[in-house]
């Protein structure tokens, strides 16, 4: 059974930061590119960023300069370091996994920013 379990969300000022942890088992975590995605109510899931298995990052351009995402192969754990958050960041974050046609999902983790 493959499994992606987020942590790290949670509530927090805007301005602040929050950095939310993607542990997959079931995978050869190696091989796969990761990705956080977010989903808002009432909007469509969208990519926040992705790392490749080779360490090439891609960000929207809605939080660049602020999110970063890395990965820890040894750990089987990709991260999204999120600084400056804004109001507009709260939202449902996703890790994901694939590998060509392959993908795996997480159940998600809340983070909420005041204003």
């Known amino acids: 059974q493959v499994q992606l379990v987020e942590s790290g969300g949670g509530l927090v000022q805007a301005g602040g930061s929050l950095r939310l942890s993607c542990t997959a088992s079931g995978i050869s975590f190696t091989v796969y590119d990761m990705g956080w995605y977010r989903q808002a109510p009432g909007n469509q899931r969208e990519l926040v960023a992705r790392i490749s298995r080779g360490g090439v990052t891609n960000y929207a351009d809605s939080v660049r300069g602020r999110f970063a995402i890395s990965r820890h192969n040894a750990k089987n754990t990709v991260y999204l370091q999120m600084d400056s958050l804004k109001p507009e960041d709260t939202a449902v974050y996703f890790c994901?996994?694939?590998?060509?046609?392959?993908?795996?999902w997480g159940q998600g983790t809340q983070v909420t920013v005041s204003s």
């Open positions: 994901a996994a694939t590998l060509g046609a392959r993908d795996y």
